[in-house]
């Protein structure tokens, strides 16, 4: 008996209405376990499915691919693309450069778009005449990839 007990009796409680009041205290104590219980157990599934969520995304997200771009060393890009096997080919008579067409079915189309304007750039910097068209080719498909107009054969203006 603890000291509550003995405060009941004191007032005159009796022995039945004593134990009533403890069935009814411990009861309510179990449903406030009980409750606590699960929370935690609705908070780890939640947790559990979050975890599992960002695994799965990090799993099926594309891996971003290795073509380095640096606008400032156009030459020194595309020959590192030539060395690790991006570029296969550059004609420059024929103005046309052969890829690696599995990467670049890989990129987004910001970084062909990027990689578009670099070789456009590594061209005009190479001295490839006032006007040119440069084709980019598949090494697989030998298909027209993209097409890249020097800047002086744009004739609309703003472009």
């Known amino acids: 008996m603890g000291w509550n007990d003995n405060l009941l009796r004191r007032k005159g409680w009796d022995e039945d209405r004593l134990q009533r009041l ?17 929370l935690v157990r609705v908070l780890a599934i ?6 599992t969520s960002i695994v799965i995304e990090m ?6 691919v290795a073509v380095p771009i640096n606008f400032l060393d156009q030459k020194g890009t595309v020959a590192e693309w030539r060395q690790s096997g991006f570029v296969k080919s550059i004609d420059d008579t024929a103005f046309k450069i ?7 079915d890989k990129m987004s189309g910001a970084r062909k778009n990027a990689v578009a304007m670099l070789l456009r750039a590594y061209y005009t910097q190479k001295g490839g005449g ?9 090494n697989s498909s030998q298909k027209l990839l993209v097409s890249i107009d020097s800047p002086e054969a744009n ?5």
């Open 22 to 38: 403890q069935k009814f205290a411990a009861e309510r104590e179990e449903r406030r376990h009980a409750k606590a219980r699960k």
């Open 46 to 51: 939640v947790a559990l499915l979050g975890l």
């Open 98 to 104: 052969v890829i690696d067409e599995a990467l670049w």
């Open 59 to 64: 799993l099926t997200r594309d891996k971003p």
């Open 130 to 138: 006032n006007k040119f068209r440069l084709a980019v080719m598949g």
């Open 155 to 159: 004739t609309e203006p703003g472009i």
